[in-house]
């Protein structure tokens, strides 16, 4: 039997996940019934984002929803946070630079660009996010410019999505 995919997991999807957002936890029982065993991780930005959130938020609910993303990650979600040894930061930076020069994402989204840097350097298979440029990122020139950085290919999809295309598969 094949290993079971790595999985991935943006700030945005855990925010969601915290507030109980429907598509978001069908997202997940989806994937531990097709997949009980794969892994998901979460990038080091992701836990600087919601670090950030929990402290400087637009709002106390915001803030709450980061405390609890925080607190629920591992025990009763069972995800695991990486870090990126020493070496792997300089090539999440290079890499994420890669990413926004080609214009793959915005100039602006560096956070964005390291999220997927990292997520590739782990060697993800997936990257579950909703940022709608990260989702509507060409998949293609994305695995060539990841490839050419001597990092894992990964794909993105949005919570919804896996949802819409695999939820029917597994029933």
Known sequence: ?????????DTNVLIDWADEYEIVIDCFTTIRRKYPNAPIIV??????ELADIATDGDSDAEKQLALTALGKM???????????????????EETARKIRAA?????????????IAES???????????DGHMTDINQSEVANLLDGCDVGKLIIFSPAKIVRDFFNLIN
């Open 1 to 9: 039997m094949p290993n079971p995919p790595l999985i991935a997991v």
């Open 43 to 48: 990038p080091p930005t992701v836990i600087v």
């Open 74 to 92: 591992r025990p009763d979600w069972r995800l695991n946070p990486i870090n990126c040894v020493p070496v792997g930061h300089g090539i999440v």
């Open 103 to 115: 214009g793959l994402i915005p100039q602006d989204e560096i956070h964005d660009s390291f999220i």
């Open 120 to 130: 590739a350097l782990a060697n993800a298979t997936l990257l579950l996010s909703s």
